[in-house]
């Protein structure tokens, strides 16, 4: 009789040392590409940090319009770890603006 070596279990795989490595490196890398861009933002806005972020997509520029005047228009590409959209209509810029006495962050188009 032939046997042939079964699939790992649910059990093993969760007792792997390789994924959970693999994943925290993962997300020490995600962590430092925020971190970057936030301190670019803050760089180029000379604004420490925003109260809130709205994410608008494609149609929503009069939306973005309608909140304020932006006092800093930057293209997302500015930014480390954006890339440019890849979808028509979506305008690939990020936006600050001030409304009352809270600084709001605009990013009009996903990418």
Known sequence: MTTTP???????????????????????????????????????????????????GSGWVPAADAIGLASHDLAVTDLPGFAAPSVAGHAGRVRSIEVGSHRVLVFLGRT
């Open 6 to 56: 079964s699939s790992p279990s649910r059990a093993d795989a969760a007792t792997s040392t390789v994924a959970p490595v693999h994943e925290a490196a993962a997300a020490a890398a995600i962590h430092e590409t925020a971190a970057a861009a936030a301190t670019e933002l803050a760089r180029l806005t000379g604004i420490g940090a925003h109260d809130v972020a709205v994410v608008l």
